[in-house]
C-alpha cells in the first residue's frame, strides 16, 4: 500500500465517523483510532507490529535528539542524512560474525550498502544515494526505525 493510499484511507474514514477501523492483510496491517484526547495512526507490516508498537515513544524523542546537533552546529549543517525507506529492524551488518558495512569515517559511493533493514521477515539491503564519508551512525545496531527516520550522516566533500 502507497503511502497517498493510506492517506486517502485516513482522510475516508476521518469523515465517516468511525472511532477506529483495522486493516489486516497477509502484507501489512493498519490501525486507525480517532480519539478526542490523542489520535494514533498506525501503519506497521504485520510482524512487525508486534515489536514496533511498544517502541514509538522512545524512538521519536532519539530522532529529535539525533537531528538537534545538525540543526544547532554550524559546521555540520552541510551534511547529507541517508533515510530509512522503510518500517523495519535497523542492522549494521548481515550476520551478527560480520563486519559492519560501514563505520564512522568510511568513505562510501552511491549505491554502496550501508545497512540492512529487517521488515516481514526479509532483510532489505539498504544502498546509500550519496557519496562521500560517513560522520555518524544515528541508530543502534537492532533498534526499530520508522519511514523516513534518519540512519546516517554523511559528508559529502
Same mark, same amino acid.
Given at each position: 500500500?502507497?503511502?497517498?493510499?493510506?492517506?486517502?484511507?485516513?482522510?475516508?474514514?476521518?469523515?465517516?465517523? =468511525?472511532?477506529?477501523?483495522?486493516?489486516?492483510?497477509?502484507?501489512?496491517?493498519?490501525?486507525?483510532?480517532?480519539?478526542?484526547?490523542?489520535?494514533?495512526?498506525?501503519?506497521?507490516?504485520?510482524?512487525?507490529?508486534?515489536?514496533?508498537?511498544?517502541?514509538?515513544?522512545?524512538?521519536?524523542?532519539?530522532?529529535?535528539?539525533?537531528?538537534?546537533?545538525?540543526?544547532?552546529? @554550524?559546521?555540520? @549543517?552541510?551534511?547529507?542524512?541517508?533515510?530509512?525507506?522503510?518500517?523495519?529492524?535497523?542492522?549494521?551488518?548481515?550476520?551478527?560474525? @560480520?563486519?559492519?558495512?560501514?563505520?564512522?569515517?568510511?568513505?562510501?559511493?552511491?549505491?554502496?550498502?550501508?545497512?540492512?533493514?529487517?521488515?516481514?521477515? =526479509?532483510?532489505?539491503?539498504?544502498? @546509500?544515494?550519496?557519496?562521500?564519508?560517513?560522520?555518524?551512525?544515528?541508530?543502534?545496531?537492532?533498534?526499530?526505525?520508522?519511514?523516513?527516520?534518519?540512519?546516517?550522516?554523511?559528508?559529502?566533500?
Amino acid at each position: 500500500m502507497k503511502a497517498k493510499e493510506i492517506r486517502d484511507l485516513i482522510d475516508f474514514i476521518s469523515g465517516s465517523g =468511525l472511532e477506529e477501523v483495522n486493516i489486516e492483510t497477509e502484507e501489512f496491517k493498519i490501525r486507525v483510532k480517532r480519539n478526542p484526547e490523542s489520535a494514533i495512526t498506525q501503519v506497521a507490516a504485520a510482524p512487525a507490529q508486534i515489536q514496533a508498537t511498544p517502541a514509538p515513544a522512545p524512538i521519536a524523542p532519539q530522532v529529535e535528539n539525533a537531528k538537534a546537533p545538525v540543526q544547532d552546529s @554550524s559546521n555540520e @549543517s552541510n551534511l547529507l542524512t541517508i533515510k530509512s525507506p522503510m518500517i523495519g529492524t535497523f542492522y549494521r551488518s548481515s550476520n551478527p560474525e @560480520s563486519d559492519v558495512f560501514v563505520k564512522v569515517g568510511d568513505s562510501i559511493k552511491a549505491g554502496s550498502p550501508v545497512c540492512i533493514i529487517e521488515a516481514m521477515k =526479509l532483510f532489505n539491503e539498504i544502498e @546509500s544515494e550519496v557519496a562521500g564519508k560517513i560522520v555518524k551512525v544515528l541508530v543502534e545496531d537492532a533498534e526499530p526505525v520508522e519511514f523516513d527516520q534518519p540512519l546516517f550522516l554523511v559528508d559529502p566533500s
